[in-house]
């Protein structure tokens, strides 16, 4: 790593701790979010200067997800009400700031002190990577090493990954107060768009649908993979939704088909596990080319599932979570 | 240099704590959860990357790159800390929901107010 970049990484590192401060003090929650955006954004630079560009770019497809899912989550509370509503808890007493204050400071900071003293200064031990990359052309095929990893040697890793996933798109559908899955189709939203945003969004959003096929096919040669193509697909949806602003996507529809996804993804990992790297029982000198496909369609069923993960996610915040009124209001709640 | 580093990562995980602890509203409180996550990946890939720094990714054709193994960053830590990020947006999902529900019932986003209508939510009822 050259003089420069080093700076650079020394720069970014303090802008983001000083990201994180500024979240502390600050008490309005639209500026929280904001600074949550930069805080990302600086940490997937510093990835990219560390060598990392699939961790770099999942984590700028994910705080975007992040910061919708919050504000979705805030407007109902905040600006529906007029304006942005400062909400008042109780003041604090007389001593109790040494509770609520003085106590976890000590403590955090005893803590990092603790850290910093026996924190291990032992040499990194190399072996396993240095036999990962001499040895992932031959074993799994494909010129990146990350994705060989996450689809060949760490496959079960993989695999309950996409099961959490799917446990996630559960527990979003059943845990909040709605009985229904879904609105009826051809609702329209109550969102107020801007020309200037439609246009310009009329313009991207192919763009994005075809860069995520291409990170999702050019996964195993270049920076990329399922994840990411998947996370770019479903943004794509989330511009058509912010363009037409009608609940028309069959939504029950697509949770059968990411649960069949799931399926086709556990029988083609262990099918790969049995046969380990087809380079065994198959001919060799196709190996590359069985070795090249299995890669390509693992990472479609990924890029598939986790865009129909996150797609059902979003529809289901933004039609059920935002409509009022279907519930008796709860009288008690409202004198606090 | 790499591993003096370490220090912001270790110092921001921290921070996200107190910041968890401390917080008066829940949405802030999930806003924590995300960066100390944030700085836990960071601190994995500082391990990686102490060696080398070039993306582990072998252009076409590229024969004499086993003599040059140390200067490539460890794939293996960016393998595990991509399923990382999967799997801390969807524990945010769940959160925000959880709190939506919350906020439904109780009209308010404080940890206060909430545990204070709760609890004599819990009176009444019993």
């Known amino acids: 790593m050259d003089m420069l970049s080093e700076t650079l990484l020394v720069t970014l590192l303090v802008i983001w701790v000083l990201c994180c401060v500024l979240i502390l003090f600050e008490r309005r929650i639209y500026r929280n979010i904001i600074y949550f955006g930069i805080f990302s954004l600086i940490a997937s630079l510093c990835y990219l200067l560390l060598g990392a560009p699939d961790v770099a770019m999942a984590e700028a497809g994910i705080s975007v997800f992040a910061t919708i899912f919050f504000i979705v989550c805030i407007e109902k509370s905040y600006s529906r009400q007029g304006g942005a509503v400062r909400e008042k808890s109780e003041s604090m007493r007389r001593g109790r700031w040494i509770i609520k204050i003085a106590v976890p400071l000590v403590f955090s900071a005893g803590l990092f002190a603790l850290f910093v003293r026996f924190m291990p200064d032992i040499p990194v031990n190399t072996y396993l990577k240095d036999q990962f990359l001499a040895r992932f052309m031959t074993d799994v095929g494909g010129y990146n090493a990350v994705t060989a990893i996450l689809l060949g040697y760490r496959v079960y890793d993989t695999l309950f990954e996409a099961l959490i996933l799917v446990v996630s798109v559960v527990a979003v559908a059943h845990m909040s107060w709605a009985e229904e899955l879904s609105v009826p189709d051809g609702r329209h939203s109550e969102i107020e768009n801007s020309n200037m945003a439609v246009f310009t969004m009329r313009i991207i959003c192919p763009i994005i649908l075809i860069f995520g096929a291409y990170l999702i096919l050019n996964g195993h040669v270049a920076a990329g993979g399922g994840f990411l193509g998947g996370v770019a697909i479903s943004t794509f949806f989330i511009c058509r939704y912010y363009i037409y602003g009608i609940y028309d996507m069959p939504v029950k529809k697509v949770m059968r088909m990411e649960e069949l996804v799931f399926i086709y993804f556990t029988l083609m990992a262990v099918l790969f596990v049995t046969l380990i790297g087809a380079n065994i029982y198959l001919p060799s000198d196709f190996a590359e080319v069985y070795q090249h496909l299995y890669l390509i369609i693992m990472n479609t069923l990924i890029g598939l599932k986790v865009a129909c993960g996150f797609f059902i996610i979003f529809y289901r915040y933004v039609t059920v979570e935002r409509i009022e009124g279907e519930l008796p209001a709860e009288e008690g709640g409202s004198q606090a | ?126």
């Open chain 2, 1 to 126: 240099m790499i591993g003096a580093l370490d220090i912001f990562a270790v110092a921001l995980f921290f921070i996200s704590f107190f910041g968890l602890i401390t917080s008066r509203n829940i949405i802030k409180t999930i806003i924590f959860i995300l960066t100390m996550q944030t700085s836990v990946i960071m601190f994995w890939l500082f391990i990686g990357s102490r060696t080398g720094t070039i993306p582990p990714i072998i252009d076409v054709g590229d024969i004499a790159y086993m003599y040059n193994l140390p200067a490539y960053a460890d794939p293996l830590p960016q393998a595990l800390m991509l399923t990382t990020i999967i799997i801390g947006i969807c524990v945010v999902a769940i959160n925000i929901i959880m709190l939506n529900t919350l906020f439904r019932k109780y009209k308010t986003t404080e940890w206060s107010n909430m545990a204070k209508l709760a609890r004599k939510d819990h009176i009444e009822k019993y």
